[in-house]
């Protein structure tokens, strides 16, 4: 259900066949936005589609890239 296309939203991740990015899901939850919230503010979206867009956000920072400050 998420997309990276070059030439959508500059190759962000996208809810497929949208222009909403996983970013801004994460962000408007983060914000304190609720699922129904943005199932309102999105029409285009389903709780499917947002559960997606998170499982997505936690593959994608599995990675064992490990990122320290600089001293």
Do not use: C, W
């Not at 030439?7 to 129904?36: A, D």
């Not at 919230?37 to 990675?63: E, F, V």
């Amino acid at each position: 259900m998420i997309e990276v296309n070059p030439s959508v939203m500059m190759g962000k991740p996208v809810v497929k066949g949208t222009r909403i990015t996983v970013g801004l899901i994460l962000e408007r939850l983060s914000f304190g936005e609720t699922v129904n919230d943005l199932l309102i503010a999105y029409p285009h979206l389903s709780s499917q589609k947002i559960q997606a867009a998170l499982n997505y956000a936690a593959q994608t920072l599995k990675g064992d890239t490990i990122f320290t400050r600089a001293s």
